[in-house]
């Protein structure tokens, strides 16, 4: 069953796992649309009509358009950050007496956070 088949996908009024709505971007510059379809996946649309389907971390699962922007496709399907670690830059926690500049209990959840296993 292609992705592009399943009945669950409601681009504007689905629900992520996490009972929140699900994202939907538009890269001006590159006049395409993001949207989250779930389990990771987002299609992309661009303005001539094309469209395709991919992994948040990148790589192409169907669908006429091949290539995207990874860094789109992770902030668009990407996992979701836990909450004490969404921070406004200008509010983000510094410690200026460690060398990373952040406080211990941010930097040992820094792998998490960038999406590696630690």
């Known amino acids: 069953m292609s992705v592009s088949d399943r009945k669950a996908f409601k681009p504007y009024y689905g629900l992520h796992p996490n009972d929140r ?5 538009r890269h ?3 006049k395409q649309t993001f949207e ?3 389990d990771g996946l987002v299609k992309v ?7 395709g389907v991919f992994q948040w971390r990148g790589p192409h699962v169907e ?3 091949t290539q995207a922007n990874v ?3 992770v902030w668009t399907g990407g996992p ?3 909450d004490d670690c969404r921070f406004h830059w200008i509010e983000t926690p510094i410690d200026v007496d460690r060398p990373s500049g952040w406080p211990e209990e941010y930097e040992k959840r820094l792998p998490y956070v960038i999406g590696r296993s630690a």
């Open 28 to 30: 001006v510059a590159m």
């Open 80 to 82: 979701d950050l836990p």
């Open 21 to 25: 709505p699900l994202r939907k971007y």
């Open 36 to 38: 989250e379809l779930g």
């Open 63 to 65: 669908g006429e358009l």
């Open 71 to 73: 860094h789109m496709l």
């Open 45 to 51: 649309t661009a303005d001539d009509g094309r469209t």
